[in-house]
C-alpha cells in the first residue's frame, strides 16, 4: 500500500528520482571503492572498471541487449510464444496486407531523408551568407524541441480540408488556392500517396533543424582556401558548392543520412495520431504497436521488430566502421 | 601558396574579396539568398505561430475561419487555457511528464558520466569490444525491445510505474550519453588527472573534483537533450505506463484528445502549446548547450 503512495506522489518521485537516486548510486561507487582498497592492488585495478560500468551496464543488458535476443527468438513463435512456427511469421510479414505497408516505409525510406538532406543543405549554404542567420536558425531549430504528437496536432490543422468554393481554413489550403489561381483545395490527408508525402512532410518539418545544424557546422569548416582558389579559377558559385563545399562536407552529409533513416524507419508518433495508419498511410511501426495490443501477436509484432533491426544493419556497421577508423587515427 | 603572393593593385584585392561572377550577378544573386532564406524562415514559424493564435480564438472563430483571420478582426480569449487547465487536466499531465522527465534527465547525465569516465580513464580487457557494443546499439529501434520488456516490466511489478518509465528511458539512452560524454572526456589533458594522482586523489576523488567539474558543458547537452527525448516521447510511456493511476502523460494525453473528436478543437489547441511551451523555452534559453549536444552526438536510435 504504501509503495502504491509513492508512485503516485509526484514531488516524492522527482526528489526520489533526481536526488535519492544518484545519491545511491555515488554511494554505491564509494563503498565499492572502499572494498577495493582492502584487496590487493591489482585485483583492486582489475575490478575497479567493472565497479563503474556495472549499473550502466546492467540496465543496458535489461533494456537493451537481453530483450533484442529475446525479440529475436519470439518471431519464430506463434502468438502466444507456445509453439515453433519456422519463418511463418517473416512470411506473413512481407505478403497479403504488409506488403502496402512495407510499400509506406520504403517511401518514407527515400523520400524523408532525401528531401531533409537537400532542404538541410540549401539551408545551410544560404543561411550562412546572410547577416540574419542566427535568427534563422533559432526559427529553423524550433520544431526540433517538439514532441512528434504536438507536430501531428499542429499539423493537422494546417492540411485542414474544405470543398472547393468554401473559406478554407487551413493554412496550406488557404495558401494553394489563393496563390496559384483556380487551384482546388487538397484534402492532404484523405488522398491516397498525397497522405504518405503529407506525413512525410510533418517528419521534415520536425528534423530539419538537427540537419540544417550538423550541415552548417560542416560548412563553415570548408577551407576557405579553397573556395577562393576554385572562384579565381572562374568556377560558377554551382560548381564550387558540388566541387568544393560538398565534397568537403560529405562525413557530415553521411550523419545526416543515417540520422534520417533510421528515423524514417521507426517513424511512429506521425502516423498514430494523425491517420492512424488509415487510408493506406500504414508504417511497420504502428502496425507493430497493433499487433502487440490490439491483436496481442507477439510472433508478428517480434517479426516486424526484427525486420526493423534488420534494416538499421547498415546504418550500425556504418557507426562502428566509422567509430574504429577514428580510434585509429 | 603560390595564389596568395602581395597584390599591390586595389582593384585585384577588390577582385579577391568579391569574386568575378558575382560581382557579375550580385545583385539577383543576392536577392534569391535571402528570397530562400525568408521562406524558410517563415515557413517553419508559421505553424508555431498558428497554433498560438489558433489557441487563442474562440471555438466558433476557429472553426470558420483561418487564424490568420484574428489579426484582422482581432478576438483573443484565454478560455481554452481555462478549459484546459480545469477541465481536462492537464496540470496532472504535465506534472506526470514532469515525474518522468526530470529523474530521468538527471539519472542518464550521472550514469553516463560515471560509465565514460571508467571507459576513457581505465584500462582493462575488453574495453575496446566493450565501446564497440556501445556504438553498435546507438540506433537500435526502440521496437525491438518491447515486446520482451512487456512481460518483464509485467512480471517484476514496473509496468504502470513512472521508475519503470526512468529505467527504459535511461537504458536507452546511456549508450548514446557515454558515447557523447566519452569524446569529451578523453580530451581533458591527461596531466590534470596525474597531478591530482600524486596529490593522493582517488579515482572518486578524481571523479569528483576533475572530471565533473571540467565536464559540466557536455554534461549539460546531455541533460538538455534527454529532456527533450525524455519529455516528446510518446512510444515508451504508451506502452509501459498503462493501467497507472497517474494522470497521463502530456504526449500520450494529446495522442489521445487527437484522436477523439468529441472533445473540443480549443482545448486540443490550448494543451498542444502548453506541452511545447516548456521545450520550446528550454531550447531557446539553452540553445549553446542544445546545439553543442547535436553536434557532438549528431546519431541516437
Do not use: C
Request: no cysteine; glycine share 6%; hydrophobic share 55%.
Amino acid at each position: 500500500m504504501q509503495m502504491m503512495e509513492f508512485i503516485e506522489n509526484v514531488p516524492l518521485l522527482i526528489i526520489v528520482g533526481a536526488i535519492g537516486l544518484p545519491i545511491a548510486v555515488y554511494a554505491i561507487l564509494g563503498v565499492g571503492e572502499r572494498m577495493l582498497t582492502l584487496l590487493p592492488g591489482p585485483f583492486a585495478k582489475s575490478l575497479r572498471p567493472w565497479l563503474w560500468l556495472l549499473i550502466p551496464l546492467v540496465l543496458i543488458a535489461l533494456i537493451l541487449v537481453y530483450p533484442l535476443l529475446s525479440t529475436v527468438v519470439t518471431a519464430f513463435f506463434s502468438p502466444d510464444s507456445s509453439t515453433y512456427v519456422g519463418m511463418d511469421n517473416f512470411i506473413w510479414s512481407f505478403t497479403g496486407e504488409m506488403v502496402g505497408v512495407i510499400g509506406n516505409n520504403l517511401l518514407w525510406l527515400v523520400v524523408f531523408p532525401v528531401v531533409t538532406l537537400v532542404l538541410a543543405l540549401l539551408a545551410a549554404v544560404f543561411f550562412d551568407k546572410v547577416k540574419y542567420e542566427k535568427l534563422a536558425m533559432t526559427l529553423i531549430i524550433l520544431p526540433t524541441a517538439i514532441s512528434f504528437t504536438a507536430g501531428a496536432v499542429i499539423w493537422t490543422h494546417m492540411y485542414s480540408y474544405q470543398p472547393a468554393g468554401a473559406t478554407q481554413i487551413g493554412t496550406v489550403n488557404a495558401v494553394l488556392t489563393t496563390l496559384v489561381p483556380g487551384a482546388e483545395p487538397v484534402p492532404w490527408l484523405q488522398t491516397p500517396f498525397i497522405n504518405n508525402l503529407a506525413l512525410i512532410a510533418v517528419a521534415v518539418w520536425l528534423s530539419l533543424g538537427i540537419a540544417t545544424l550538423i550541415l552548417s557546422a560542416a560548412v563553415k569548416n570548408v577551407a576557405g582556401e579553397l573556395l577562393e582558389a576554385a572562384r579565381l579559377d572562374g568556377a560558377g558559385e554551382l560548381r564550387v558548392f558540388f566541387s568544393v563545399t560538398l565534397r568537403s562536407i560529405l562525413p557530415a552529409v553521411l550523419v545526416v543520412i543515417t540520422t534520417e533513416i533510421i528515423a524514417a524507419l521507426k517513424v511512429f508518433d506521425i502516423v498514430y495520431v494523425m491517420t492512424n495508419g488509415n487510408l493506406n498511410t500504414d508504417v511497420i511501426a504502428n502496425r507493430m504497436y497493433n499487433e502487440l495490443f490490439a491483436a496481442n501477436d507477439l510472433g508478428h509484432a517480434s517479426a516486424i521488430a526484427v525486420i526493423l533491426l534488420i534494416a538499421a544493419l547498415p546504418v550500425v556497421f556504418i557507426n562502428v566502421f566509422q567509430f574504429r577508423a577514428e580510434a585509429q587515427s | 601558396m603560390t595564389v596568395r603572393a602581395p597584390i599591390a593593385t586595389a582593384e585585384v584585392v577588390n577582385a579577391k574579396k568579391i569574386p568575378t561572377h558575382i560581382r557579375r550577378s550580385h545583385w539577383s544573386w543576392r536577392w534569391l539568398i535571402h528570397v530562400v532564406v525568408v521562406v524558410f524562415i517563415v515557413s517553419w514559424f508559421v505553424p508555431i505561430l498558428a497554433l498560438l493564435v489558433s489557441s487563442l480564438r474562440t471555438q466558433d472563430d476557429t472553426a470558420s475561419s483561418g487564424w490568420w483571420m484574428a489579426f484582422i478582426e482581432p478576438l483573443f480569449t484565454i478560455y481554452n487555457y481555462e478549459l484546459a487547465l480545469d477541465g481536462a487536466g492537464v496540470v496532472g499531465s504535465l506534472t506526470t511528464s514532469l515525474a518522468i522527465a526530470v529523474p530521468t534527465t538527471v539519472l542518464t547525465t550521472v550514469l553516463s558520466t560515471i560509465g565514460a569516465y571508467a571507459l576513457t580513464r581505465m584500462r582493462f580487457a575488453g574495453r575496446a569490444a566493450l565501446s564497440l557494443l556501445l556504438v553498435s546499439l546507438l540506433v537500435t529501434p526502440p521496437q525491438i525491445t518491447l515486446v520482451p520488456l512487456l512481460k518483464v516490466y509485467n512480471d517484476i511489478g514496473l509496468s504502470g510505474t513512472v521508475p519503470g518509465i526512468w529505467v527504459y528511458q535511461v537504458g536507452f539512452t546511456v549508450p548514446f550519453g557515454i558515447f557523447l560524454i566519452r569524446g569529451f572526456i578523453s580530451s581533458i589533458p591527461n596531466e590534470l588527472f596525474e597531478s591530482a594522482s600524486v596529490d593522493g586523489a582517488s579515482p572518486l576523488r578524481m571523479f569528483r573534483s576533475v572530471a565533473i567539474p571540467l565536464s559540466m558543458p557536455v554534461m549539460a547537452s546531455l541533460a538538455i537533450m534527454q529532456f527533450l527525448w525524455s519529455w516528446n516521447d510518446l512510444l515508451v510511456p504508451l506502452i509501459f505506463l498503462g493501467g497507472s493511476q497517474l494522470p497521463n502523460p502530456i504526449t500520450v494525453e494529446l495522442a489521445g484528445m487527437a484522436q477523439q473528436i468529441s472533445q473540443g478543437q480549443g482545448t486540443l489547441l490550448a494543451t498542444t502549446f502548453l506541452s511545447v511551451a516548456v521545450p520550446l523555452i528550454l531550447v531557446i534559453s539553452l540553445q549553446r548547450y542544445f546545439v553543442r549536444g547535436v553536434l557532438g552526438g549528431a546519431v541516437k536510435g
